[in-house]
């Protein structure tokens, strides 16, 4: 399976004989590509399930396979997987109720025999910390903060991302460290 | 106060590092091939006055999508429909499915676990491995009753909530509503009432009661024994998720004794299940293997392996053997 973790890879539209691909080949040859870093994404927004985590991505590839003759066209099909990725993640977040995926985390975390559930444990605890801190948040919240400081994207970036104005961010963003803040932690206001 | 840049930073560190594992790469690659099968090529020449009759016509495909009939009359009514694999004559749950799929067949419906293959058999159904929870529907009088074949005889239904096991060196069955018939290969009958599980083959020539092993984790509320006989759940089982959420705690707060001595005591407290056990052992010869490592791990998986033959842990029991012996 070829992979590239250049994010802004264009995927050509030609197969090696020339001759054009089709676009279940096309999506495919994409997601062999790209399955990982959306895969990536999603666990940001995650909070340590993986289960929940693979299911997004399951949902971002199927939106690819509806929309693959638009994205084609547009080319670098990441930027596209990726905002996709940080939509889907919201929109599942909103769905489920604060209880329900708390719940559900708790059932999740100690469960799990994966390897991540002992790299989990055995990841600094800061991490995790951080981690729970930002899954505590408003979705709104989160995903600025998922954005910004678990993705190093600017307050530019995620506005174009989230589809709001900077303004709206950097707003989320104030009441996000004023609440982590209530919650012990140290950030600046920048 | 705790810096947040600091611990974001190995946030970072940690998310970047994550990866798809064989499992669910395949997993993934499975869903998507399945959809893209499934999905009809678009038609670009369609024209704009037929998009009420395309949408019309996308409402139907959505809602028949969520039931998909496979062969032997088995339509799955939900979870991911790329994990169950269509034989010719039944259905195969994928062994790397997370999610439990539902389906329907012969009036009752089963959920069925990974790994799970269950047949149709003539007017019967036959489960050749895996473990399947069926709810069937109360049965007139006179009608045919709901039948899941196994290796040693059958499970007769007439209405009831069950759960059956079977792998290559035999099986169980446990019921939670209502009662069943379990009609051994040899002729004899086997009622099987509600909290009692019937294991099978039959250590001598009469069905013997049977540590619970469908229950994983979970500690469902079981009715109370009847008739004082096959009693399977004397006293309401102990929580086995409260002592890995403790656990967890504990680990949280580097209080690597105290989980240590929790582990310990819950492996060897009979009051839990044999798979709980199992799980329990499991947990404490990795935690082991961090804080100790060394001859005191090796003397743990060993334990393990000997005390629990058939872990369900795959390769991994296995693995920490063979870096013992190296």
């Known amino acids: ?190 | 106060m705790r810096d947040f840049n600091e611990a974001t930073r190995a946030a970072r560190e940690r998310l970047d590092g994550e990866t798809l594992s064989a499992a669910e790469s395949a997993w993934l690659e499975r869903a998507l091939r399945g959809a893209a099968e499934a999905r009809p090529r678009r038609r670009v020449w369609v024209l704009t006055g037929a998009a009420a009759a395309l949408a019309t016509v996308a409402a139907v495909v959505f809602f028949m999508s969520r039931e998909t009939q496979t062969p032997g009359g088995f339509v799955v009514l939900s979870g991911k429909r790329a994990c169950v694999t269509a034989l010719a004559d039944g259905v195969e749950v994928l062994a790397s499915c997370a999610l439990t799929p539902r389906l329907a067949v012969d009036g009752a419906e089963a959920e069925l676990a990974a790994g799970t293959v269950l047949l149709r058999e003539q007017s019967a159904l036959r489960l050749r491995r895996g473990r399947a929870t069926f709810a069937v529907t109360k049965r007139k009088p006179g009608e045919q009753p709901f039948v899941v074949r196994v290796s040693d005889g059958a499970v007769v239904v007439t209405g009831t909530r069950f759960t059956v096991s079977q792998s290559a060196e035999g099986g169980a069955v446990a019921v939670t509503e209502g009662t069943v018939e379990l009609r051994w290969a040899d002729g004899q009958v086997s009622p099987v009432r509600a909290g009692e599980s019937v294991v099978w083959p039959r250590p001598a020539a009469k069905a013997e009661p049977m540590p619970d092993v469908t229950d994983e984790l979970e500690t469902p509320d079981a009715p109370s024994p009847q008739h004082g006989r096959r009693t399977t759940k004397a006293a309401p089982p102990p929580d086995a998720n409260k002592v890995l959420r403790q656990l967890l705690q504990l680990r949280t707060q580097n209080r690597t004794d105290e989980a240590l001595a929790l582990l310990r005591e819950a492996r060897n407290n009979r009051a839990y299940t044999a798979v709980q056990r199992e799980r329990f052992g499991f947990e404490l010869c990795n935690l082991v293997t961090q804080a100790r490592g060394g001859s005191e791990a090796c003397a743990c998986w060993k334990r393990h392996a000997r005390d629990f033959p058939a872990s369900a842990r795959g390769e991994q029991v296995p693995e920490a053997l063979r870096k013992c012996a190296k």
């Open chain 1, 1 to 190: 399976m070829m992979r590239n973790n250049a994010a802004d890879l264009r995927i050509d539209s030609m197969d090696e004989g020339g001759g054009a691909i089709d676009a279940k080949a096309w999506v495919h040859e994409v997601y062999c590509r790209y399955d990982e870093q959306v895969f990536r994404v999603c666990m940001r927004f995650a909070n340590g399930d993986r289960a929940w985590a693979l299911d997004c991505t399951q949902d971002v590839f199927l939106r690819l396979l509806v929309k693959a003759d638009t994205v084609r066209a547009r080319g670098e099909p990441m930027a596209w997987l990726y905002r996709v990725a940080v939509n889907v993640c919201c929109m599942k977040l909103r769905r489920r109720s604060v209880a329900g995926r708390f719940l559900a985390l708790l059932q999740a975390r100690p469960a799990a025999t994966s390897p991540s559930a002992e790299t989990q444990f055995r990841a600094e605890r800061a991490a995790t910390e951080v981690e729970q801190a930002i899954a505590g948040l408003p979705v709104n919240q989160r995903a600025v903060m998922v954005l910004m400081h678990l993705d190093n994207k600017t307050q530019t970036e995620t506005a174009e991302l989230l589809g709001i104005s900077q303004g709206q961010v950097s707003k989320l963003r104030a009441k996000a460290v004023q609440t982590l803040r209530q919650h012990d932690w140290d950030l600046d206001d920048a």
